[in-house]
């Protein structure tokens, strides 16, 4: 089944420690997400691609970077971790005008 | 600035029964979509049921429906013969057709009583 798959599931990572999550999907869509969520609230979009042209949200920290190296993968680099950015991390992907598809999910826990 | 809102931050029905989720949105554009997801505790979010703007006609999926009112900006979710597995935090999100941002409102949550 064609999927959007997010690695790891979970990811405990210390303060200020650098940290990568990936996100791979087989839907061919053009457009990759990340969204931050944290508990019981709305997803804040951090940024997206529409193929390889990078759309950064306005209030999304230097602290964190993304990379697509092509169509099927994207990265969420955080830089340097902090309390303040334990969340689950979630992937999704659309074609123009699609709704989106999302994956399960990278809990981050920082300590 | 386009705003999604979700008035009922949580809401309990009984199994069997109908329950309808409120949204509602600003937009100054006449193009978009419209969709409610819906995500299950420590689950994958995953799309309920959609609708574009240009449609008169609500959306329905099984026992799911909308009710649209494109002029006062409102996106109702009804869910008729609720289930246990219905249980969920449900949001709505926005997407103007020209844009590729879709736009979450702070989500709803709904328990299902046995």
């Known amino acids: 089944d064609a999927m959007v798959i997010q690695n790891p599931r979970y990811q405990v990572t210390q303060f200020g420690k650098p940290v990568t999550l990936s996100c791979s999907q087989t839907l061919n869509h053009n457009v990759m997400y990340w969204y931050q969520q944290k508990s019981s609230q709305a997803p804040k979009l951090l940024f997206h691609?529409?193929?390889?042209?990078?759309?950064n949200e306005a209030d999304t920290p230097d602290n964190f970077q993304s990379r697509r190296p092509n169509t099927s993968f994207c990265f969420l680099d955080i830089r340097s971790p902090g309390l303040g950015d334990a969340a689950m991390y979630l992937c999704?992907?659309?074609?123009?005008?699609?709704?989106?598809?999302f994956g399960n999910g990278t809990r981050l826990t920082v300590t | 600035a386009q705003t999604v809102t979700q008035s009922q931050p949580e809401m309990s029905v009984q199994e069997a029964e109908t329950v309808t989720l409120s949204c509602t949105y600003d937009?100054?554009?006449?193009?978009?979509?419209l969709f409610w997801y819906k995500q299950p505790p420590s689950r994958q979010m995953i799309l309920v049921i959609r609708?574009?703007?240009?449609?008169?006609q609500n959306a329905t999926e099984n026992r799911f429906s909308v009710n649209f009112q494109k002029a006062a900006k409102s996106f109702s979710l009804k869910i008729s013969d609720s289930q246990l597995g219905d249980a969920a935090m449900y949001f709505c999100a926005y997407r103007v057709y020209r844009d590729d941002k879709i736009i979450f409102g702070k989500g709803t949550r709904l328990h299902i009583l046995p």
């Open positions: 937009t100054s554009e006449s193009d978009y979509y």
């Open positions: 999704a992907t659309s074609t123009v005008r699609g709704p989106l598809h």
């Open positions: 691609y529409y193929d390889k042209d990078f759309n």
């Open positions: 609708q574009e703007a240009y449609k008169q």
